[in-house]
Every structure is written in structure tokens, then in C-alpha cells.
């Protein structure tokens, strides 16, 4: 099968991070997509040091790569309102499938968009336009299809949370964070679109339209920002047992829909009131399903080409659809499944915690870790609790080791005079890479 | 149009459920979806008093619905493992899509079953099978489509989460929390499938096998239960600044594939370690993406039916594939897009917290919360600090009132001698219904 062309137009963070993607993963893309999906053109002002083009045609011409007739699917990366929607609208015209993280455009020129995409047949597809690397403009519009949306509240803009989260954890005032959050390069040097939560409403603007089918109308949108938070609040709030979070909110009420971005008291045991830094997060409630909430990396260059990418795999395998299975049962093509093994369990590396219960005399702490020097098993923490028992529970954690490794140290352990019984094991987990 | 009909196997909980939400939500379904979608036929041993079948052909066979020449999508939800593969294997023969919530059946004959769709050219669609209305499989298959997905670790058995949720919260033992869960209904008769990590067994070698492109390989899977875990380890996991979860977790190593479900020690706080009772989530792991949790309910007659039902509107629209735009831009067709309006600011309805500066006075209090009554506006919470100062602030927390009504209260008050300056104000927000 021939492979599938695409063009980026634009090659700054977000787009570097897109060629990087495709071209990393690009195996394991076509082993899903079921076609190789290869970068034919690059439009760009300047080349970006981040990422090597060195064999891909560059023109500064994004036009060129809106009307060129190798290009399938031409990915709109340059952000902004006016150029953006002329080379949108451009590459629809000539046939392109379309794919754009550009919040501004679909939120403003979103509905002359689609009626041109429509006309000509082709696929516009947007998801890296909210919430980043988060699939949620798919959640809403395939995996949540048989709801009744009722409400959907989201952290849709990375930098107001960064600051709103300095701002409780280490007391400091809003002006102070968003000066580390510039030098950072969170935010602009103009904050305003974050900060006043116009980005925020381009985002919820989209959202709305998801859930309640209702044409894109961001010019109705009620914005209010961050700035006027002060540690005053921030302490009330959580003596309240609140949280303040800058939320977009959307609901349908028996008149209309809401559609609303300011700084929101939220209870704070809620998850969404526990996203943290520059992490996104939206909830949806729905009539059948109830709560569901989609978390992730709402900015950044990987995290958002994950959801270009993810568009264009979206593009490629409706393109491809020769029966009726447009993806695949199991994610990849059948033919591209991989026989990857199953580990044994005794292969499974993990950390553990320990509960030894040990007879309590000396020595007997000495016995149990040199089994585990001797076995390569660093501990990480222990617990002896003093006791007027003649029996103690000895709380060990360990570090990362295979459980065979594991299997035979606590054998060792279990069979010393010492020790009562069994010990019981629970693995441990840090879920962080 | 013509209407796609379908045809529900098993009328038990998720069968009533699927039933009733096509039925409510039939308009908001068919303009989403772009045909109508009716229930043709039902095949179940006996009717089931939450759902109202009448004028709809009901049978006891349900071999007829997956022969039937009428049905174009049979949903089978009778469970287990023999009847069910049979019925969706006639089904496939038949020519008919599939939908299916049986995890069991797809972790253990979906080889067999997705070869068979293939070679007859139908769909069969199983978002159901995992952790119930979360849209995790389309979140895995689709949203992710641009990652290698290094890990994934969730909760998805919701009767373990609810007893290890207790046994922490409430210092329960293991025994005592599971006959609870027992007599709730969240716990079957015979328990083991929930509490020996079957059913997550089951879910977790679907999404291993969606990450990593390997076939299902339940029988590889290692298990262990929660049975064991005390309440000892309990408070000794959350002095170690851990909690312990029942986990499902698989791993990319480069020796192959961890796919194993243990009790687990997760740092608390993480999203993962505060989802609490019944619910579930998935985090998942991304090269690209970085770290994106999908929460929600696990289980339950509604939660489910709305997996299921956003299945049936996937093979629709991709039956009814006529351009490029298998899903509506904007997830409604175009020609049924709403014109119910987006509302002005002063018709937005929230609960307020405002922050008063006032002159410490006699009768100040009073001023405000007669205005307050005299508007119609209930007090939540009043927060008026001991001070030396001639100044006070006075916090006081309100229950929902128009935006119009609020303007016009604070207005009024802003006005009193009493008052200094500018009266703060944010929303405050439940997000519970």
C-alpha cells in the first residue's frame, strides 16, 4: 500500500514535536494505522534546532504546501487567526485533509470550516486543540455518544493552574508567580490570553459545541481571569474546605447553555480540585454514564503532537477503510501484531513492602538485611515499632527487584529461627516513568 | 434514512440499561449518530421490570437475534463464556455487527472472534468490556495512536476498590466490608472472580494487549487477590506515605510484556491512589503523551449501556460512511446542530464566595445579611475573623442565585457606610449534579 503524505506547516514547539513523533514512532504509527504515514513536506519560516529535516523538502512557502499535489493531509501548525484560516481553508479547497491544534481558529472560524470541509468531502480534525495530549474532544464526541450531556468543567489552561497552584502551596502572591511562570516559559510574555482566560474559553467554546450540539459561538463566552486572587482568598477558601481552580465551565439548562471561564471554588477532596501545576483536566457528567474525568499533559510539544498524530492516524485508517473494521480490534493491524512475550511472573520486576513478623530479640534485624545485601536488595525504609510483645512486625521497603530475586531472599528470611510465620509481601509502585 | 436496527441478547442489568438509554436518549442518539437507531428485537430467558418492552418482539431464543435477517447489529450482554461465543460467532457468520460488554469472553476467545469478524467483514465493538463507561479502549486505540505505550496501571474492579476504600477509611477488616459489598449487590455470591483479581485479570489482557500489539494472552496474566491484606498493612503503607490499591498493571519491558493484577502500594498522592469506592481509572503511560488518567464509573445498568451504546453509534457512522467525515466535526451532524442559545452572564446560576471588608461595627453583620435575605439569597457559611484592626473581612459563602440577583445584592451592599471598597467575589462550584 502506498504511504500516506503529509505536510507541517509551521515548525515551532508544537510542530517539531509532531516530525519528532511521526518520525520516532513511526514503526509502531503504521503497525496501527495500517499505511506508512511519512513527513513529505515541511513549510516553515525557519528551520528549528530541535528537530533534523535534513532529506524532507522545507519551503517558507506554507502555501505551496496547501496546494501541492503529493500532500494527503496537510497539518496546520502555525497558529494564530487570519493566515491559519487562509491556509486551512486553501488546503480544503484543494482536497487536503486537514489536521490543527489551533484553538483560536476552530473556536472562531470553526463553523466556515467545517461547511468548506464538508463541501469538499475532506476530514478536519482538531483534538490536539484542547487539553493537549488528552483524547477528550473523542471522548465527548464517540466514546460519550449515547449521553445526555448535563455539565463538563475543565483545567484547560496549563499556565492559570500553575499559578493557581504556587499560589495555595507555597503562599505566594499571583504577580510573583506569573513572573516565574514567564521566565519558565509557561507563559507568554503578553499573559493576557491565559491569564484572562480567553484561551481558556477558545477551549470550552469547542467543548460546548461536543456536548451540546450547538454551533461554535466564542464570542458569547463570559471570561473572567485570575489576577484578582489574592492569599486571602486562597486561605478562605480552603478553610471553607474549597479550592480555587480556574475552570471552564459549560451547562445546559432548560433555557440555554452556559458557557463561562473564571476562577472557580471547587471541594477540594474532588480530583479535579487535586490537578496539579500545568496538568489539565476535564470532567463531563453525563445522564447515563455520570462522572467521567480525563486527565494529562494539556501543553508541551510531545504531548500535544500526540494528539496531531493521533488525528492523522484518525485520517489515515478512514481513508483506508476496505471492510467494516475502520481500527482495528486490538489497536494494531492483525497482521502487525507482535510476539512480544508475556513475562513469567518470577521476570516481574517491582519494589516491595515487607511485613516480617520477628521475634523480638537482638540480632534479628542484622540476620534480615544481610539476606538482602547478600541477595542485591536495597532497602528503601524500615519500620520496628517498639513493642512490650515478644513479637514485633518488622515493615521493610525495598527497592526494584525481580521476584525471583525476592522469592528467594524471603525464603532465606522465613526459614531463620527468629522469624514467625510467614511474611506477608505487597508490591509497590511508583507510576511515575 | 433508513433506521439501523438492532437486536439486545440478555436483558440483566446492562440489558435493561442499554434498552432504556436508546430508548430516552433516541433524538440526541440520532443526531449524533445520523440514522436512527431503534431495538428491533430482544432475546432474553425473562422480562425485566425496569424496562418496558412493550410493542417490541421479544424472544427467548436468542440464537433467533443473531439470525434474524431484520437485525442489522446484535449487542450481546448475556455474560460468561460458551453461549456467548457461540451466539457471536452465528451473529459474525450472519453477517451481523457486534457489540459486546463480555470481558471474559473477549480476553478469552477474541483471537478467535476478531478473525472471524475479519473474514466476514463485520465489526464487533467491545468498549464495554473495560472498566465500564470510561471510554478507555477508544482512549487506548485511537487517542493514543501516536505513542509507544510504556506502562498502564488501573483500578478496574470497582468491588475491590469499594472494600480496599472501607478497610482504609473506616479501619473495616477485609471480611466484614466484603459481606457489605455482598449485600449492596456490588460483590457477586461467590466473590472470587472481584476479590482474587479474575475479572481485572480479564480487563487488564485487553488493554495490554491495545498498548503493546500482542494477542490476548489471559492465561499468562498473574493474579492475586486482596484477601490477605490487614488492616496493619494498611496504616503501615499510609505511615510510609503510601495507600494500597488492587491494581492491574502491565509493562513494555525488553524481554517482553508484565501483565499482572496485586494489591499495590501506590504513593497517596496520586489521582490513582484517591479514587475512591466503586469508581474506577486507568492511567496510562506515553512516550509522547506523557501521563493521562481516564476516570470513571466501573460498573452498573447505565454506566455501562453508555459503552455500550457509543459502540452501536460507532458502527453506524461508519456505515454510514458517504465523504471523508465518519464523525461529525463538531460530534452532532451538521443539519442537527441546536439552536438552544448560549447564555448571557447575568442568567449564569452559581453559588458565591465573597470576601467583604467592613468596619468593625455593631449591627455591620446584620446590614449585609438582611440585603441578602431581602434578595432571596440563602448564606451557606459566614466567616468573620477576631481582629484588633478597625477593619474586618467578612467571608461568607452563598447557595446558588442568578449572576443578575447577585449583582444587584452586592451592589446594594457595596453601598452601606459599613462597607470598605470593592466586594470580592468568586464562584463557587459542587460539580456533583
Redesign the interface.
Known amino acids: 500500500m502506498k504511504p500516506v503524505k503529509v505536510g507541517i506547516c509551521g515548525l515551532g514547539t508544537v510542530g517539531s514535536?509532531t516530525f519528532n513523533?511521526?518520525k520516532?514512532?513511526e514503526d509502531?504509527?503504521s503497525?496501527?494505522?495500517g499505511q506508512r504515514i511519512i513527513v513529505a513536506q515541511v513549510g516553515a519560516r525557519r528551520e528549528n534546532p530541535n528537530c533534523d529535516t535534513s532529506g524532507i523538502d522545507v519551503t517558507s512557502d506554507i502555501f505551496a504546501v496547501a496546494t501541492n499535489p503529493e500532500i494527503d493531509i496537510v497539518i496546520e501548525l502555525i497558529g494564530g487567526y487570519d493566515v491559519a484560516r487562509k491556509l486551512v481553508l486553501t488546503a480544503i479547497e484543494n482536497g487536503k485533509?486537514v489536521v490543527t491544534a489551533n484553538k483560536a481558529l476552530i473556536a472562531v472560524h470553526?463553523n466556515e470550516i467545517?461547511?468548506a470541509?464538508?463541501k469538499n468531502?475532506?476530514?478536519?480534525a482538531f483534538?490536539a486543540s484542547v487539553a493537549?495530549?488528552?483524547?477528550i474532544i473523542?471522548?465527548?464526541?464517540?466514546?460519550?455518544?449515547?449521553?445526555?450531556i448535563?455539565w463538563l468543567?475543565g483545567i484547560i489552561n496549563g499556565t492559570g493552574n500553575f499559578i493557581m497552584t504556587e499560589m495555595r502551596d507555597k503562599g505566594r502572591d499571583f504577580a510573583d508567580v506569573l513572573a516565574e511562570a514567564q521566565a519558565l516559559g509557561y507563559a507568554e510574555a503578553d499573559p493576557t490570553f491565559d491569564v484572562e482566560g480567553i484561551d481558556a474559553a477558545h477551549k470550552l467554546t469547542i467543548l460546548?459545541?461536543?456536548?451540546?450540539?450547538?454551533?461554535?459561538?466564542f464570542e458569547?463566552?463570559?471570561t473572567e481571569g485570575i489576577s484578582?486572587?489574592?492569599q486571602?482568598?486562597v486561605k478562605?477558601?480552603e478553610?471553607?474546605g474549597?479550592r480555587?481552580k480556574h475552570?471552564g465551565?459549560s451547562r445546559?439548562?432548560p433555557?440555554?447553555?452556559?458557557?463561562?471561564v473564571?476562577?472557580?471554588?471547587?471541594?477540594k477532596?474532588?480530583?479535579?480540585a487535586?490537578?496539579e501545576g500545568v496538568m489539565n483536566a476535564v470532567?463531563v457528567?453525563?445522564?447515563?454514564?455520570?462522572?467521567?474525568?480525563?486527565?494529562?499533559?494539556g501543553a508541551?510539544a510531545?504531548?500535544t503532537?500526540?494528539?496531531?498524530?493521533?488525528d492523522?492516524?484518525?485520517?489515515v485508517r478512514?481513508?483506508s477503510?476496505e471492510?467494516?473494521?475502520?481500527?482495528?480490534?486490538?489497536?494494531?493491524q492483525?497482521s502487525?501484531?507482535?510476539?512480544?512475550?508475556?513475562?513469567?511472573?518470577e521476570?516481574?520486576?517491582?519494589a516491595y513492602?515487607l511485613?516480617i513478623h520477628a521475634i523480638e530479640r537482638p540480632g534479628v534485624l542484622a540476620h534480615i538485611t544481610k539476606i538482602f545485601g547478600d541477595s542485591g536488595i536495597n532497602i528503601e525504609?524500615i519500620?520496628q515499632k517498639e513493642t512490650t510483645a515478644e513479637q514485633v512486625?518488622v515493615?521493610i521497603?525495598t527497592q526494584r527487584v525481580k521476584e525471583r530475586v525476592m522469592n528467594d531472599a524471603i525464603a532465606q528470611i522465613e526459614s531463620l529461627d527468629d522469624i514467625l510465620g510467614k511474611i506477608?509481601r505487597?508490591?509497590?509502585?511508583?507510576?511515575k516513568?
Open positions: 514535536g513523533v511521526l520516532r514512532n509502531e504509527i503497525r496501527r494505522a485533509h470553526g467545517f461547511e470541509a464538508q468531502n475532506v476530514m478536519v483534538e493537549g495530549g488528552i483524547p473523542k471522548a465527548i464526541r464517540e466514546g460519550l455518544a449515547a449521553n445526555q448535563n468543567a460546548a459545541s461536543l456536548a451540546f450540539g450547538i454551533p461554535l459561538q458569547k463566552a463570559y484578582q486572587i489574592t486571602d482568598d478562605f477558601a478553610e471553607l474549597y480555587i475552570l465551565i445546559r439548562t433555557d440555554g447553555v452556559e458557557l463561562r473564571h476562577p472557580t471554588l471547587i471541594p477532596q474532588l480530583l479535579l487535586n490537578v470532567m457528567d453525563g445522564d447515563a454514564v455520570g462522572q467521567t474525568l480525563y486527565y494529562g499533559a508541551g510531545e504531548p503532537a500526540s494528539a496531531v498524530v493521533a492523522v492516524v484518525d485520517v478512514t481513508l477503510l471492510n467494516g473494521n475502520r481500527v482495528p480490534h486490538l489497536a494494531f492483525p502487525a501484531l507482535s510476539d512480544l512475550p508475556v513475562l513469567p511472573a521476570e516481574i520486576e517491582t513492602y511485613r525504609a519500620i512486625p515493615i521497603l506477608t505487597i508490591r509497590v509502585e511508583q507510576l516513568d
